[in-house]
Each structure stands twice: as structure tokens, then as C-alpha cells.
């Protein structure tokens, strides 16, 4: 009896947990609820853990190129606000669903801080592959989670040129 006892503990225990990984810890996939109001091009990058969706919106001048990255559980129409400004002042800009999240698709059903890593990179990848864009001046700008992400790869990544956060948390413990 305790035996059996012992075995329904441990088998409510993981269901509880993966109950908890694929309903609370990992995002509700959010449309787009806006668009940008300059012409822009849906772009499509492929990975090894899914698909990363998103627009190029291109300027007049070219001066570089910003990559705007969400939070968790966002999407990126939520960064639409940052697009004008950058427009105005010279800047080609990518805005990307992260893996996992708004119409990105995720072959893995848990989202992490890696796959937050893998999409700002495989961008970065992406605007060296096109001739159309200045990629000596790649700058990122990242929101909450996308800022953590940003970090990391700004660390690492000496393609960057600069790293702005916005809403990051200040201590990643």
C-alpha cells in the first residue's frame, strides 16, 4: 500500500509540473493586432527549433539597422511604438516574433531564455545576408525579457553595435 501510495504521489507530482511548464510558463500566442503605418516586408527566417516571422521596415537613409525585440508573452506589434522615431532619424528597422511567440512557430513546446538567444541571432544572420541593409551598424533594442535576451547576445556577438533595454530586469538572479 505504501508503495502504491508512494508511486501516485510521484505521478501527481509530474503531471503537476508539466501542467505548470505548458500552461503557465510558456506563452499564449498573441496575434497582431497592429501594423506599422510605412511600407513594410514580411520576412521569414528559418531555424532548427522553428520559425521566426516578422517586418522589415526600411528608411530612406540606411544609417543602420535596429532590431526590436518583445518580452514574454508579447508579440511584435507591441513594439510598433519605437518604429517612427527610428524611421525619422535614418534607421532601417526589424521587428521579430520571438520563437514561440505571436505568429513565430516553436517545433518545441516549452519557450526559453535560449530560444529568446537563437532568434536575436539568427536575425543578426539574416541582415548580413541582405546587401539592402547596413549591417556595420546593427543596434537592438529590447523590451523586458528581449532585453535579458539582448544582453546575452550583445556579450557575445561582436556584430552589435550598441544595446538599448527597456523595462529589463536589473539582476538576472
Excluded at 75 to 87: A, E, Q
Aim: charged residues 20%.
Amino acid at each position: 500500500m505504501k508503495y502504491f501510495l508512494f508511486v501516485a504521489f510521484i505521478t501527481i507530482i509530474f503531471s503537476l509540473r508539466r501542467y505548470i511548464i505548458l500552461h503557465i510558463f510558456t506563452p499564449k500566442m498573441k496575434e497582431c493586432k497592429k501594423y506599422p503605418n510605412s511600407t513594410y516586408e514580411n520576412i521569414e527566417i528559418e531555424l532548427g527549433i522553428g520559425t521566426v516571422r516578422g517586418w522589415l521596415i526600411k528608411s530612406e537613409q540606411a544609417r543602420g539597422c535596429f532590431l526590436l525585440i518583445h518580452g514574454w508573452s508579447s508579440n511584435k506589434s507591441d513594439m510598433l511604438r519605437y518604429v517612427d522615431p527610428l524611421l525619422a532619424n535614418g534607421y532601417d528597422v526589424i521587428i521579430v516574433d520571438v520563437i514561440g511567440h505571436g505568429e513565430s512557430e516553436s517545433k518545441q513546446k516549452q519557450v526559453s531564455i535560449a530560444s529568446f538567444v537563437q532568434s536575436i541571432t539568427s536575425t543578426i544572420d539574416y541582415v548580413w545576408t541582405r546587401p539592402d541593409i547596413n549591417s556595420n551598424a546593427i543596434y537592438v533594442l529590447g523590451h523586458s525579457m528581449g532585453g535579458i535576451a539582448a544582453s546575452i547576445v550583445n556579450s557575445t556577438d561582436f556584430r552589435l553595435q550598441a544595446l538599448i533595454t527597456d523595462s529589463m530586469p536589473t539582476s538576472l538572479k
